[in-house]
């Protein structure tokens, strides 16, 4: 039996892992999410570098990064910080980013955009944008996200860290209503 030459394409859904950290909405491909664990898990007496501490994983043991909604890396979590998502970090790893909620959606309901350019930065760490109903997730990949934490850039040139945090969290006033 031959296969009907004339057969649309299946299209698949974008599928995304969305991470709530504050009022802000981080996006990575729902491929990238490994595992959640608990933020209790993090061994927050043994951290290096930019990171809030580290988790054992059955692979091994991944540095644990916490950030705030204008994406400083802070040391310690928040209390509102439950989830420990565990990310691919492509070749450098997996890792963990401490968040408040994690939440998989896919569907024809996602419309990716480009960055704006009121939004563009050299060293941005946002990819993209991913509208979500009301929502504007911020989006880039594990790999990426993990070269971002890693490095600790924590200040964008030329942005001051009061317009960053101004910038990120006017995409969507009520988006912490949807995260807590």
Known sequence: MRACQNAAPIRQAAQLASLCVGRLTLAVPLRDLQSLEPVLD??????GGASAGTIDLRTGRCPVY????????LKDPRPEH??????DGGDAGPFGLICGAV????GDGLASVGVPPCMRTPDSPLEGLTLHGRRVLCRRTGAAWARFMSAGALEPAGVERSERSHMLTELDPGMDEDCV
Do not use: K, M
Request: hydrophobic share 45%.
């Open 42 to 47: 993090v061994d927050t007496q043994n951290c």
């Open 66 to 73: 916490c950030v705030d909604e204008s994406l400083a890396i």
């Open 82 to 87: 439950r989830i420990c998502a565990i990310l």
């Open 103 to 106: 939440e998989a959606l896919e």
